[in-house]
């Protein structure tokens, strides 16, 4: 499964729930973190996958937080099944929860439980 069929996933699956999904990737720490801040005032959640800057990054962490947004955390693979470092997140502690191990299928049920309330 390609990002872009994940995209178009979550955007059909929001479309049909009347909703609107805003789709962001970069591998620079400070454009994510730009992106956050700038989509703080227009978005009503956030489904995050913060990749290597899980383990790292207190700005993206902060970022999130100070959007005052439920945060949905999700990894394709099943962190704690991996390397004993990938066990700490960052992000976390400020998500209303986290989706690991799912594959693609983690970013629609992410969708989902942030359509729910």
């Known amino acids: 499964t390609t990002l872009a069929e994940i995209d178009d996933d979550l955007r059909a699956a929001a479309k049909q729930a009347g909703a609107e999904v805003q789709c962001v990737q970069s591998n620079h720490e400070g454009a ?7 989509a703080a005032a ?14 790292t990054s ?6 999130l937080a100070a959007t005052n947004k439920p945060v949905i955390e999700v990894h394709l ?4 099944a991996r390397e004993p470092f990938r ?16 594959g693609p299928r983690g970013y629609r049920a992410a969708l ?6």
């Open 32 to 38: 994510l973190i730009d992106a956050i801040q700038q």
């Open 42 to 55: 227009s978005v009503d959640g956030i489904v995050i996958n913060p990749a290597g800057l899980t383990h």
């Open 58 to 63: 207190v700005s993206l962490r902060d970022a």
């Open 77 to 80: 693979s099943n962190v704690f």
């Open 87 to 102: 066990h700490t997140s960052m992000v976390s502690g400020i998500a209303r929860a986290v989706i690991s191990g799912l």
């Open 112 to 117: 989902e439980a942030l359509l729910a309330g």
